[in-house]
């Protein structure tokens, strides 16, 4: 195994697993001195850090607040109800459950409250954008319910509404979702919303990856028109790794059951504190500003792209995604992503819609601005970081190694000039 420094900065972990604690300490650099795009990742707070480390760690709390199996919960229940509030307040929802344990467990957790296997669930195709959990045939989703999938448009990347309603009515399903994983566009949950009435599912707003975008209001929010909203604390909401179900008040209590002790047994409380802070620091003027800049950030970004003749799905973004599709460049998606770490620039390979390569080496990458964001860099700097990724993708295609290494000398340098929140100076 490689040997790496040990970080002063964590002496008990240090003394008690210098192993680990040297790996702890790479990846602390990996993460200060590479531009960050994976659109689903972000910096956490020093609070929200500090929040997911407490002995809150060492409690057992099966149930909800005031209604607990376990005694000692006078201190937990009042952080879950300071989540549950802040939640609540922060999105305008009527009500909140704050312990799913990630994205994937809290979608389970909505099939389990209004469905039951073999019925016919609806959401976006994984290739087109959507998610596993969304209905998709090797996800337990599809294994256990009927998917069926809408996608988008080949020759504008967008949602054909009247193909989606179609696809209702004729399928209808007890559960549609919207939202996914590689949507440069703005959800119409309007639109959503009046085919699922009109085929008698309920609607679900996955909005993962754009919670934080809604929070900052520099997306619309799903909350008028869905009749629930599940979503990861983490992403463009810079909370821990955990996530929530909000919804309408008429379907608390099969939310609340459905979570615990439906699927899950005690929540991790840990995680509890850190939403909540997380939660705080959205509610703050500055997040409404960080939320409107990776919006700006990520469409100067594609702008700069574009006029390098990179072809976007959808022709750019309305949010903090871009998908782009390498099939021009003649080099596929995982040659550039891996290609483009050595340079220090952190993408994912993705498909793109209609890819005809697979999804393990498929045609596009996917990139997005909310962790550059949280550095500090705006728009000024997009030509700088579209010009890195040009490069990168030539230097890809022609086997370039000494060009990768000077534009990761030069990122460093760009990193090192705005330090991000939550890691060590």
Known sequence: MTSFPLPAH????????????????????LQSETLRLIP???????????????????KYSEGYA??????????????????????????????????????????LAVYLAFAEPGDTVMGMALPMGGHLTHGWGVSATGKWFRGVQYGVRQDTGFIDFDEVRDLALKERPKVIFCGGTA??????????????HEAGAVLVADVAHIAGLIAGGAH???????????????????????????????????????????????P??????????ALHEASQPSFRDYAHA???????????????????????????????????KDVPGKIVAKALDRAGIVVNYNTVPYDPRKPFDPSGIRIGTPSLTSRGLGAQHMAAVAHWIDR????????????????????????????????PA
């Open 40 to 58: 689903s990742e972000n910096y956490v707070s020093q609070a929200v850090l500090e929040a997911s480390g407490t002995v809150l760690q060492n």
């Open 294 to 328: 990776v919006v700006a950030n990520a469409k100067a970004l594609a702008e700069e792209l574009l006029v390098r003749g990179f072809d976007l799905v959808s022709g750019g973004t309305d949010n903090h995604l871009i998908l782009m599709d390498l099939t021009s």
């Open 220 to 266: 619309p929010s799903p909350v008028p028109h869905a009749d629930v909203i599940s979503t990861t604390t983490h992403k463009t909401l810079r909370g821990p790794r955990g996530a929530m179900l909000m919804c309408r008040e008429e379907h608390a209590k099969a939310i609340d059951k459905a979570v615990f002790p439906g699927l899950q047994g005690g």
């Open 392 to 423: 990168g993708v030539t230097a890809a295609r022609t086997g370039d190694e000494d060009a990768l290494a000077t534009i990761r000398a030069e990122v460093a340098d760009l990193m090192a000039a705005h330090p991000a929140p939550g890691l």
């Open 268 to 277: 991790h409380n840990q995680t509890t504190a850190a939403i909540a802070v």
């Open 183 to 196: 949507l440069p566009r703005t959800i119409d949950f309007a639109a959503f919303a009046e085919i699922a």
């Open 66 to 107: 005031g209604r607990r199996y376990y005694e000692g919960q006078q201190n937990i229940d009042q952080v879950e109800l300071l989540a549950i509030g802040r939640a609540k307040a922060l999105f305008g929802v009527d009500h909140a459950n704050v312990q799913p344990y990630s994205g994937s467990p809290a979608n």
């Open 10 to 29: 964590h002496p008990a972990l240090v003394a008690a697993d210098p192993e680990l604690a040297a790996l702890v300490g790479a990846e602390e650099r």
